[in-house]
């Protein structure tokens, strides 16, 4: 699909009627977005939620000796504390290296279609076995981390509790499965959107409403809706207009990098919005720090529209109604190293 047919589509197909009350601004939103659920999501048959195997991937999320250094951990760069990121405009690794792309928030991450902004981890597992091995973030090998975790009883006891009935528990395929079972329950409901969405008119002013109502009416819910508002397909960033390199690297093609077609360079899964109020900076270069510049940027670059301060302003305050009920996670005690535990290498 070419460029223009895209931003053609989006300028048609996708606009929508202003609302006259907030029964029908709740059913235009209905028709676009899901609330996020009380309770977290199962991952199926091939990963069963058990809790002492969300409790193991607690523990591996945090270890920093999951790392070569011995000083990066999942929470490094995806601060539960922080709504998910680290924010940094691209994070630090081994070595103190300046990774390529912003660090996309974990919470909520269960619902995206694939991982990282060019889809290249289909699940959470699969995303939970790269940086581990990236020489820019944790520089680590599968081998060295089941040595290490089967140097450690503490690990041993874990991994036996976690994955009962198999005969060698740790496995780099386990410590995968548990991560994810961990992240899986990061996820933040009950915005005062999602009470909206589920019938509390008064859990959102006005301004806020005229800025869903924006939101929609402009075209936004063509790239970011569904339950994460975003996160669930891949599209141009610059669809209308391409945004300069200050913003837009030239030297990350984005998808193209992981699919080596012609019409997926500088193509990037969608950015979920859920509590983007509080993960700064934007996009995956990581360039933009204030909201309102970015919704400025998508707009123009995406949608081909100028909107106004007031507009800007009303789709930020909307945007700030998508933060959830934040994780509240006790940092686990790490079990301690054994004598054959491999001693961290900083260089």
């Not at 680290?86 to 991982?115: C, Y």
């Not at 909201?291 to 930020?316: F, P």
Request: charged residues 20%.
């Amino acid at each position: 699909m070419t460029r223009p047919l895209i931003a053609a589509i989006l300028a048609s197909a996708f606009a929508l009627p202003a609302f006259a009350d907030d029964a029908e601004l709740r059913t235009l939103a209905k028709e676009n977005f899901e609330a996020i659920p009380m309770q977290p999501p199962q991952l199926g048959d091939s990963n069963m939620m058990t809790r002492d195997r969300v409790d193991l991937g607690a523990m591996l999320f945090f270890d920093p000796r999951m790392s070569k250094s011995g000083v990066f951990s999942c929470q490094s760069c995806h601060n539960v504390g922080l709504g998910g990121v680290d924010g940094l405009e691209t994070s630090i690794g081994h070595g103190w290296q300046k990774g390529p792309r912003n660090a996309p928030t974990m919470l909520n991450a269960v619902f995206n279609v694939a991982q990282f902004w060019d889809g290249r981890a289909p699940d959470l597992k699969e995303q939970a076995k790269g940086p581990v091995q990236a020489g820019v973030e944790m520089n680590n090998t599968p081998d060295n981390v089941i040595v290490t975790l089967k140097s450690m009883p503490g690990y041993v006891e874990a991994f036996g509790k976690a994955f009962p009935g198999e005969n060698d528990a740790i496995t780099f395929d386990n410590f995968a499965k548990a991560i994810e079972a961990f992240e899986a329950t990061l996820i933040t409901p009950n915005s005062r959107f999602d009470q909206f969405l589920m019938g509390a008119d008064g859990a959102m002013t006005a301004d806020e409403k005229a800025g869903l109502a924006l939101f929609m009416d402009t075209g936004c819910t063509a790239c970011h809706n569904g339950i994460n508002i975003g996160g669930n397909d891949y599209w141009p960033f610059g669809v209308v207009e391409t945004p300069g390199a200050e913003i837009l690297p030239e030297g990350d093609k984005g998808r193209f990098q992981v699919t080596a077609t012609a019409g997926e360079e500088y193509v990037f899964r969608a950015a979920p919005l859920r509590n983007v109020a509080i993960t700064a900076p934007y996009f995956h270069s990581g360039k933009v720090w204030d909201l309102r510049e970015a919704v400025a940027v998508m707009a123009n670059s995406q949608l081909g529209a100028e909107l106004d301060d007031k507009q800007i302003d009303q789709i930020v305050a909307f945007l700030g109604t998508l933060t959830g009920e934040q994780p509240k996670v006790e940092h686990p005690l790490l079990p301690v190293r054994g004598p054959d535990t491999p001693k961290p290498e900083q260089m």
